[in-house]
């Protein structure tokens, strides 16, 4: 079978053929019928061979959705035919985190060498997929697999987000999105359909303010030196009760803390490896909270997935075949990608 695997440090991911994998006990195969792209992938791409985690090579790509083809000895909960979306963070299964349903959170996966597939696990950019138990599999319920595989990362992680700070966002309230990319503007939606409050949009791409605001953001800012003296003149000179940073660099750090209210949240989803002081006198208003969320629970994937069948919310998608992933991997580099990228890789 194709497979699309980052193989040496620094080089650029390649299409290979491999063998289809056999599930063992437990496990469930997967036939991959859609694949996400994500800019967390070129991140670890960039990482230097000294602190790279992973064993190498190493099939790529974490969010996924397929046919269940065949399963394991002993694995129940599933049938073959089954169109299902893979939960990625998984955990040990066992521990309180785990019962709970926050796979996300689980203390143990770490040092039991367990590691989400397409991160350090094989992954879903590939024709088939090894699925280590059925718990990590969510029914699709007829939603197209296409609009589902994104809602499996650059979905749930932005849900996971907002719903941390649903009491914060109450009528009258304001909430910053910064970053419009595929987290983004997946978030200016769940914001619009889970809360009352007004979303401002800031990027530095006008393409990208337009599609916020084709998405429901009430206002639009270009994100630069300028953006949180505009936020705050939106909000009466209060600031912003929640901001979502979807890039994670200084710059956006520095617009995210001088945006946020008195009790705000500041919440950083990007992984750009910036950092903003945090305490008494530090620079944030007082009572601020800051968070750095990671996936989110099984739980909330199910509830992103119903929105997405209710019509709530949807990926602005191109697609690719599996052949053409590393081209897609390099448009999504340059910047050149609006919303999410989805791999076919059956065509």
């Excluded at 991959?32 to 791409?45: E, P």
């Excluded at 009528?171 to 978030?187: E, M, Y």
């Amino acid at each position: 079978m194709k497979a699309v695997q980052y193989r040496t440090v620094g080089a650029a991911p390649e299409v290979v053929e491999v063998p289809v994998p056999e599930p063992g006990p437990g496990q469930v195969l997967l036939k991959v019928t859609a694949a996400g792209l994500c800019h967390s992938d070129l991140a670890v791409m960039s990482w230097p061979g000294e602190q790279f985690p992973y064993p190498l090579p190493m099939t790529l790509g974490h969010e996924g959705v397929g046919t269940v083809a065949a399963l394991g000895t002993g694995a129940t909960g599933v049938a073959e035919g089954d169109d299902v979306a893979v939960y990625g963070p998984w955990g040990c299964g066992r521990c309180r985190k785990c019962a709970q349903g926050k796979e996300n959170c689980c203390p143990h996966a770490a040092g039991l060498g367990i590691m989400p597939p397409g991160l350090g696990s094989p992954g879903a950019l590939a024709e088939y997929m090894v699925v280590d138990s059925p718990r990590h599999l969510v029914p699709l319920n007829g939603l197209d697999p296409v609009q589902a595989a994104p809602l499996t990362d650059a979905g749930l992680t932005p849900y996971h987000a907002i719903r941390a700070s649903l009491r914060k966002l109450v009528p009258g309230s304001t909430a910053v999105v910064i970053g419009v990319g595929g987290l983004g503007h997946l978030a200016v939606q769940l914001l619009r359909a889970l809360t009352p409050a007004r979303v401002v949009a800031l990027d530095v791409s006008k393409e990208k303010l337009e599609l916020a605001r084709a998405v429901g953001a009430h206002e639009t800012l270009l994100s630069d030196d300028g953006a949180a003296v505009r936020v705050r003149e939106l909000t009466s000179g209060i600031g912003a009760e929640v901001v979502l940073d979807f890039v994670g660099v200084e710059a956006t750090l520095a617009v995210a803390a001088a945006s946020v209210a008195v009790a705000g949240d500041v919440t950083v989803v990007g992984i750009g490896g910036g950092t903003f002081a945090v305490g008494f006198g530090g620079g944030l208003p007082f009572e601020v909270s800051a968070s750095a969320p990671y996936w989110g629970s099984r739980g909330e994937l199910v509830e992103v997935l119903e929105l997405a069948r209710q019509g709530v919310v949807s990926s602005h998608i191109e697609t690719f075949t599996i052949e053409d992933a590393p081209l897609a991997y390099e448009r999504l580099h340059a910047g050149k990608i609006s919303g999410r990228v989805v791999v076919l890789p059956h065509g």
